[in-house]
């Protein structure tokens, strides 16, 4: 049907005003087409850039396409319209604020597959032609945003929709991964940072319907982007190389902070290579953290980028500082007050060791920062490690015994957890949380089975019905089981607003959840509410004595900037160790003594064995010969591992030095042998295997 003379006259107006604002004939023209396209026909075609793609690979004919990519990439109009989704043709506010956090394939109307299968083909094609034209066209279009943005009232002439859809269109260009056009691509970070804090807002609220593989490309993107100007910093230390670096973890923390709300991608996903290898100078970095007023930037602010091997060295460094400190203030004393002690020295007897430390530990509560050293009373021997090894290892075997009621542990879980008990043992749980400040400023790890929560309560992060599943997985059943019923639940369940305890005389007490909590009956309607405060009662009230003092008793060693630098999983990996055990790395760092070799027949047997063994063979080995199953945060390729000959072929079996790390392996005459009683020793070792 022909145009009528008033739509052409309105067409015609509108044509008009995009002149006035500035565009191109070819831009404009788009402008329009995209515009004016009905929503049907846009569904049915998808997009007239994708179209002429289609059909320049087959032509192999690129005018067309190159025309209509230089004019879309250069105009925000343009692009924020050429990949719509059928349905978000409109203003688009609707899809932009609607079911936030929920992974949608069409994020701020935009149609996500549509532009993927966009980047995929122009990157499958074999003229480097579209590839220039889309960089020099965004490269331009940038250019122009941040010359007209301004950081309160956002970009004259656009709405924030328009240029919302503008920077997703530029932010799935995988392109920006070759460092050939990280120029370009710094002017996406800058804009990005330059934006209206209401207009950053939206943005972010938009990124947060990313699916997981949508995100993980773009936090692959900037972490390219980071990796490659550390690299360029560290080798020319330039203004310019520090500023992109700055750029580019402003906006990881960004995508960071959205990933929080969404758990899309593990937060290992934000670990950067760059910082994480031991080229890398963390202690300048720490330098620079401590002296914020001489330097602005640190990536100690930045804690996401670390991983728990350079965290735990961050911590080192900080125990070091305050151990040097008290180490130089303890000489300073003893010169002008009096004779005083460098080092925080325990003395313990084997047969009361609970309560010598307990003692010891109160008479010198202002000296825990001091280097450790310890000394058993009757035994000759100096504490190089080993010694203060073996004292964690009998402690913390001693505090979990049954006898003491301090906590009670789960056969299903194989887990320990804080007994609800009515005795006052505050101190005995300060004392376990000393003990674990202790390990951890003076490098040792504990053989430790707290659930996860432990950690997480420790950095003030709340517990959820996930942690009481771990914790006790019965009771999280039964709760889930009642959320889910589809029946009458106050007739079938029976339940009030109380839960009936058991403490560790076996005495039952009912508590209520709530006030007069007994008269409250659960039905479908507040089912939630009492779930929620049976995890709140279990994971907090029921327990809160006995860890809060456990708590206090942590936090007199760490606390504060450097214990917020955690995750959870690292805090714990740094007390306990990790549970990634590379046996390969073990092998390649191995030490050999009294007459053993790498190239030993007896050596080469032992490692075939061990490689030959499942995973939960390998952790009894690594257990029987270092006192923990797991390996130490930065891995067992920096574990001091020691292989001694003893004696000749025997039936005798292996024994361990356990506060060494020493493995004392007799020469066997066989591999069969060795096998035999290598399985034999680690299969029945009981408790911690000391020697």
Known sequence: MAPTHKSLEILSRYFDALKRRGMLADEASLELKYASKPAESVSRERCPLMEELGNARVTSKYDELLRMIRATFSSANALSKCFLSANGSGNGRESLLSHSGKSTNFVAGVDMALLKRFYDAVIELETGEVKSAIMESSDKLLTDLLVAIDSVTGVRQLDSITLIRTIIALLENRLFKNPEFHNVLSKLWTLILTLPENWKASLLLALEKYSKEHLEQLVSIVQTFITVHVHEWRSRPIPASNKLVVLGVDVLRDIYAVNEKTQRLSFTSFYN?????????????????????RFPFSFCKYPFVYDPSSKSKILQLDANVQMRHEFQDAV???????????????????????????????QQSDELKKPLKVQFVGEEGVDEGGVQKEFFQLVVREVFDPKYGMFSYNEET?????????????????????LLGLAIYNGHILELHFPSVIYKKLLNKSPTFEDLAEVNPTLAKGLEQLLHFTGDVEAVFLRSFQVTVQDIFGDMRTVDLKNDGGMIPVTRENRQEYVDLCVEYYMEASIQRGFEAFKDGFHKLCKGTVLDLFQPLELEQLICGSPELDFEALEKNALYEDGYKKDSRVIRDFWEVVHSLD??????????????????????????????????????????????NHLLLPEYNSKEALRERLMTAISNAEGFGLM
Request: hydrophobic share 40%; net charge neutral.
């Open 332 to 362: 300073l004393r003893s010169i002008f007050i009096g004779a005083t002690c460098p080092y925080l020295i325990l003395r313990v007897n084997r047969e009361n060791l609970i309560r010598e430390t307990i003692l010891q530990i109160q």
């Open 615 to 660: 995973q939960e063979m390998k952790k009894k080995l690594l257990f029987f010969v270092t006192g923990c199953d797991r390996a130490p945060i930065k891995g067992l390729a920096s574990l001091h591992f020691v292989i001694s000959r003893n004696g000749t072929h025997s039936e005798r079996l292996p024994t361990a030095h356990t506060c060494f």
């Open 273 to 293: 290579d760059a910082v994480n290898n031991d080229e890398f100078d963390l202690k300048e970095d720490f330098t620079r953290w401590r002296n914020p007023d």
């Open 414 to 434: 194989r887990l320990y957890w804080f007994n609800s008990s009515p005795l006052e043992m505050d101190t005995e749980y300060e004392l376990v949380g000393i």
